[in-house]
């Protein structure tokens, strides 16, 4: 049977040298105590308090305790406390946009992130699912409410003597983390620039975060995944006035972050989308920047969600303390519209049903005021009619429920067609999607039996989501050109700028290799770089790679936020390897080509919607999805991460809802001599 190791740390009775007293920490960790005791099975627990919660201690508590973990096991690390940060240098600029590394503030000293990330790290190494959660200020600053306390400790001189490693030799940040089930998973109270707060709720001090974490998973039906107790802590956490932004990490798509709640269990895969009860009302985090109009005429339909079913993930009431469970049965296929458009989220009104307010809903967009793609539909002479017939069907039953996908729209007349147009021609019982200019955007595709028409329009709508995501564009933002891309060649000094050529391309080239071995030319080396020139605004940056197989992925800079003057490094520093797609020889004369898509924002996106797999049939004798399985322009394919959401008052002072993107095409060629 699987077992949930767990090392539980809360600090109130801080030493005056080292730290402020808080008055939460000890109730945190109390509540978690109870609530492990309620939910999990073969649990077993060590606890550090206020003068045993050294650095040293928790160090040997994460080896010793947690480090019992195998294969199968959860290890859970949990702190409250305060958390504070330092100026960064040299390499750990490379890892650190903020600018300063983050530390945890232990009874006698630091335990620096990633110090913490490396101790947790080898733990995973055992092949145990290892997850973080951590109630403390990760950086700076203040509030605006006396009745909550930061859990921010500043800098002191005792602390001098603290060594800050080098990112190259302190164990891996955060972000480069394993892929797969062996990840670390983080779930923190705030944002790396954010203070974390605790307050007093039904008499008794906690942690805001901590609070609503314990209320969610209380109340919330067995298989809850981490998204979504992440995404209803979130809720809370602002409906209580809070002044943070919980975050997790990594929150892309087939990681840890949909495995169930410290359970055993496989991930889950709910739609794209999460509704929910914020400070506004109800609200799905599906915004602009996800393609959503802001500007839509008065009286238009915005979009439309739909829910899903599989139940919802029930939350916690606002205030009360919650110590039963509420069992709401689905509603699946219910509806609402959006009646908002705010970058990060849209705010929605329920069409004839009523949500309980303490729950989380996945969804789908069902409907959305883009342009969808056009499509005509042309068959030789002689071909039999009912082969053209069974596509005609197959185009116009792709989306939801088996009705027509709001990507597509299909015309007879040439003249009808829109910005985006596929041209489907039919010879010899093979479909060709042609361009204006009669080239191929896919290989031709067979036509011989009903399957492979579903298939031709599974290709259709996934063409149109990666052309829409690839030109989605906002209106002239105040965010524009404050945050540049810099791609210079590996190596070279940073000055070195790659420019676009007469085509407005970056061109990049393999090194030639011998005639006779082709396959030894050697793929380019990039530095790239996203750097934050506003002089006042950290600014949340997201850069994509959109590639010419019709797939698009984060791996470059998965979404973090960038401080004033600072510079955010694609993948952690290291180099970027451009080469051809999986394939393709890199003989001489052969190329392929990257969109790099950034989207920058002055709050953190949803980004799961931007993934898209390269296209692909699928394989011969293989079960496609039922029809109705692509039920909006941007309903991808994962679980969302989790929802973000900010002081609704600034929308009034015109600061709040900014965002732009930038595109860059970025051409790979093999040198022909």
């Known amino acids: 049977m699987a077992t949930l190791h767990a090392l539980l740390v809360g600090i109130d009775d801080y030493p005056t040298l080292v730290a402020p007293p808080l008055g939460g920490c000890l109730n945190d960790i ?218 997790l990490f990594p929150p892309g798509p087939d990681g840890v972050a949909d495995l169930p709640f410290l359970a055993d269990g496989t991930a889950r895969k709910p739609g794209v989308y999460l509704l929910r009860h914020g400070p ?93 793609a056009t499509v005509t539909v042309n068959a030789a002479s002689g071909m039999a009619g009912d082969v053209r017939a069974t596509l005609d069907r197959a185009l116009v039953s792709a989306g939801p429920g088996g009705g027509p996908s709001p990507l597509l729209r299909p015309v007879s007349d040439p003249r009808e067609a829109g910005d985006l147009h596929f041209h489907v021609e039919i010879r010899d019982l093979t479909a060709h999607v042609l361009r204006r200019d009669g080239s191929h955007f896919v290989a031709p595709q067979p036509l011989s039996v009903p399957g492979e028409a579903r298939q031709i329009a599974d290709c259709l709508i996934h063409l149109t989501r990666w052309h829409r995501l690839r030109d989605l564009a906002p209106r002239p933002s105040p965010l524009d050109g404050l945050v540049r891309v810099e791609i210079s060649p590996w190596g070279s000094p940073p000055e070195r700028l790659l420019a676009p050529d007469g085509r407005g391309e970056i061109v990049c080239a393999y090194t030639a290799g011998d005639i006779r071995l082709p396959d030894a030319a050697q793929p380019p080396l990039l530095s790239v770089r996203l750097h934050n020139r506003s002089p006042d605004r950290a600014l949340w940056c997201l850069l994509l790679d959109l590639t010419d197989s019709y797939a698009s992925h984060a791996t470059l800079y998965p979404g973090h936020f960038i401080a004033p003057g600072h510079t955010g490094h694609a993948l952690d520093g290291e180099p970027v390897q451009f080469s051809l797609p999986t394939g393709r020889r890199p003989v001489p004369g052969a190329e392929g080509r990257d969109w790099l898509k950034l989207i920058v924002a002055e709050c953190e996106l949803n980004t799961v919607p931007f993934h898209l797999p390269a296209w692909a049939p699928a394989p011969a004798g293989s079960r496609l999805p039922a029809p109705g399985a692509h039920d909006g322009m941007l309903r991808f394919s994962q679980a969302p991460p989790s929802l973000s959401t900010r002081d609704l008052n600034r929308v009034g002072a015109g600061r709040y809802g900014q965002w732009t993107t930038r595109t860059i095409a970025l051409r790979t060629v093999v040198p022909t001599s």
């Open 30 to 247: 109390a509540g978690v105590c109870r609530l492990l005791e309620k939910r999990t099975s073969v649990p077993t627990l060590r606890v550090l308090l206020d003068q045993e919660a050294t650095v040293a201690a928790v160090e040997v508590g994460i080896r010793d305790q947690l480090g019992r973990a195998g294969p199968g096991d959860t290890a859970m690390f949990w702190f409250s406390g305060h958390g504070t940060r330092q100026q960064a240098h040299g390499a750990d600029l490379l890892v650190e946009a903020t600018g300063h590394n983050q530390a945890l503030v232990c009874a006698d000293g630091l335990l620096l992130d990633k110090r913490l990330r490396a101790l947790l790290a080898a733990v995973a190494a055992r092949g145990a699912h290892v997850v973080a959660i951590v109630d403390c200020c990760f950086a700076g600053g203040t509030t605006r409410d006396p009745l909550l306390t930061p859990r921010y400790a500043p800098a002191r001189d005792v602390w001098a003597r603290t060594r800050l490693p080098r990112a190259r030799d302190a164990g891996p940040a955060w972000s480069s983390a394993p892929r797969g089930r062996s990840e670390v998973l983080l779930l923190a109270a705030s944002r790396a620039d954010q203070a974390a707060h605790e307050a007093y709720f039904g008499g008794h001090r906690y942690g805001v975060f901590t609070r609503a974490v314990l209320d969610v998973v209380q109340d919330s039906q067995p298989g809850v995944s981490y998204r979504e107790v992440l995404s209803a802590a979130d809720a809370r956490v602002q409906c209580s006035g809070g002044l943070q932004q919980p975050i």
């Open 280 to 372: 506004a009302g109800w609200e799905v985090n599906c915004g602009a920047g996800h393609g959503l109009r802001e500007d839509a005429p008065a009286g238009a339909t915005i979009a439309e969600f739909a829910v899903m079913a599989g139940g919802p993930a029930p939350t916690a009431h606002p205030t009360a303390e919650v110590t039963h469970t509420v069992d709401v049965p689905a509603v699946p296929g219910r509806l609402l519209t959006a009646r908002t458009v705010l970058p990060d989220r849209a705010l929605v009104d329920p069409v004839d049903w009523a949500p309980a307010p303490a729950h989380v809903y996945p969804v789908a967009l069902t409907a959305l005021s883009l342009p969808a």
